[in-house]
């Protein structure tokens, strides 16, 4: 019987796969690695082993993965950390005989430092290639970006003022919900023939903001127009709506990134993992927005 670990397991992501396989899976044990076991007894209730562990905490790690045989690794949220974070829990597996890590990276088209979301790829990019060098069997799950984050970007009032406004151009992204995004994971860790394999966690259509106006107001019957202004003025938006710093840097780097193409390829790795179709932007946009 496998031994399955999630790390970010109170985190919306590795939260959800742990429970599609709390569910689904009577052939395997399920393990969640937590900073804090008070915020987890909720899964623990469900069956599901805790196990504590920090990613900044090398040998808190090391007991955590003791005895695991696949290892769902989800990359951390503390940007300015995470490539040392990443190499703890490369090295830590390795050191503690995991046999197979599937890893959260994302999906991109440059790799340079020319890139506009460069501070978020670095991580990914050197994680995946420890990945690659450890010896351990890997699995590495290029995720678009999630569609549950289109509310955020949009404004939580589009319907109200009308308009999408993103200094995205025409850009298009393959956005998909993180809840299909646990499918495909939970899906994979059940399941063999994934061993050293990479996958375009993606829709298999992109869409632009000029798209996804178009829809909501097919769907809301409220005309949406959707205005890319230059990020000058974006950031200035922002700026003067009491948004952080950080937080529009980061605003602006994916609105370019999505400009530049570079969440814009589509694939059908995820029907095919899946066996059906992922949720369609329309079928999302009509459940948050017009149900």
């Known amino acids: 019987m496998n031994k399955i670990l999630i790390t970010g397991a109170t985190g919306y992501l590795g939260k959800e796969v742990v429970e599609l396989l709390a569910e689904q899976s009577a052939e395997s044990t399920i393990a969640a690695l ?19 562990g920090d990613y900044d905490n090398y040998d808190s790690l090391l007991r955590a993965f003791k ?26 597996a390795k050191e503690a005989g995991v046999h197979h890590v599937v890893y959260t990276s994302f999906q991109r088209k ?74 495909v994971a939970a899906a994979i860790l059940t399941s063999e023939g994934h061993e050293n394999k990479e996958y375009d966690i993606t829709a298999g259509q992109a869409y632009s903001y000029g798209d996804i106006a178009a829809i909501l107001s097919e769907l809301t019957g409220k005309p949406i127009q959707y205005v890319s202004p230059s990020q000058e003025a ?31 390829k589509t694939s059908h790795d995820t029907e095919t993992i899946l066996g059906h179709q992922p949720t369609s932007l329309s079928d999302y946009l009509k459940q948050i927005y017009a149900s």
Do not use: C
Not at 236 to 259: D, R
């Open 34 to 52: 937590v900073r804090n076991p008070d915020k987890a007894e909720p899964l623990k209730a469900k069956g599901v082993e805790i196990r504590e």
């Open 67 to 92: 005895g695991i045989d696949k290892l769902y690794f989800v990359s951390g949220s503390d940007i300015a950390h995470r490539t040392r974070q990443h190499e703890n829990v490369v090295n830590a």
């Open 110 to 183: 440059n790799e340079t430092a020319s890139s506009p979301i460069a501070p978020v790829a670095e991580a990914h990019l050197k994680t995946e290639a420890w990945l690659k060098a450890s010896g351990l069997a890997y699995t590495i799950l290029k995720h678009t970006l999630y569609l549950d984050m289109l509310p955020m970007f949009m404004g939580e009032q589009v319907l109200e003022s009308g308009v999408i406004y993103q200094p995205a151009g025409d850009g298009k992204a393959a956005m998909l919900t993180r809840h299909d995004m646990a499918e």
């Open 234 to 264: 974006f950031s200035k938006t922002l700026s003067e709506q009491g948004v952080p710093a950080e937080a529009i840097g980061m605003s602006v780097g994916f609105a370019e990134a999505i400009k530049q193409g570079e969440f814009g």
